[in-house]
T-cell receptor, first 112, second 116 residues
Framework: LAKTTQPISMDSYEGQEVNITCSHN???????ITWYQQFPSQGPRFIIQ???TKVTNEVASLFIPADRKSSTLSLPRVSLSDTAVYYC?????????????FGQGTELSVKP | SAVISQKPSRDICQRGTSLTIQCQVD?????MFWYRQQPGQSLTLIAT?????????ESGFVIDKFPISRPNLTFSTLTVSNMSPEDSSIYLC?????????????FGPGTRLTVL
């Protein structure tokens, strides 16, 4: 399972766009990139998943360059409720028994 | 998607006792997982629980300490045996589901365990 590196913490203000970058230099061909969000006292929640290029859903966008050695989670116009820990995970859940290995995550703090 | 519930939501236990945590999924799932999350830390995978076979434990976790049952496709239990204060943590279960083309893990709300 590919190791990931992401910033430990980030600060932002309401209404700003937040970009969190994750490095995964040893990503394998079959690996997907998945981001989860965790609020205090809750289990992690799936945000977005991608394999290459760009993926967008109703809450975020995921940008993956051609070499796939990094990825960027983009949160448009954050609000106070986006304050949470964001985890970047790399793996092939359909091939490796669904295991998720969590790194340290990025603690995002959104201020008024 | 899936809705996952856990019982109990929290408990305070004495050293040397055992606690069984229940995890219920609202649909049939093949793969279920148990994680531990210590305060201020990330999640650590304890084991994978698949129905019809013994659980697969990650390095550092053993069956004698964390026995797991998976009697059917919607239910699993994790027992924390012979507890010590170091076992104080949040324990979460999850299941892997393919939803709208994505492979997602859905997590329960967690069980907050305090060992005195």
């Amino acid at each position: 399972l590919a190791k990931t590196t992401q910033p430990i913490s980030m600060d932002s203000y309401e209404g700003q766009e937040v970009n969190i970058t994750c490095s995964h230099n040893n990503i394998a061909t079959n690996d997907y990139i998945t981001w989860y969000q965790q609020f205090p006292s809750q289990g992690p929640r799936f945000i977005i998943q991608g394999y290459k290029t760009k993926v967008t859903n109703e809450v975020a966008s995921l940008f993956i360059p051609a070499d796939r050695k990094s990825s960027t989670l983009s949160l448009p116009r954050v609000s106070l409720s986006d304050t949470a820990v964001y985890y970047c995970l790399v793996g092939a859940p359909h091939n490796q028994g669904g295991k998720l290995i969590f790194g340290q995550g990025t603690e995002l703090s959104v201020k008024p | 998607s899936a809705v996952i519930s856990q019982k109990p939501s929290r408990d305070i236990c004495q050293r040397g006792t055992s606690l069984t945590i229940q995890c219920q999924v609202d649909s049939q799932v093949t793969m279920m997982f148990w994680y531990r999350q210590q305060p201020g830390q990330s999640l650590t995978l304890i084991a994978t629980a698949n129905q019809g076979s013994e659980a697969t434990y990650e390095s550092g976790f053993v069956i004698d300490k964390f026995p797991i049952s998976r009697p059917n496709l919607t239910f699993s239990t994790l027992t924390v045996s012979n507890m010590s204060p170091e076992d104080s943590s949040i324990y979460l279960c999850s299941s892997l589901i393919r939803d709208r083309g994505n492979y997602e893990q859905f997590f329960g709300p967690g069980t907050r365990l305090t060992v005195l």
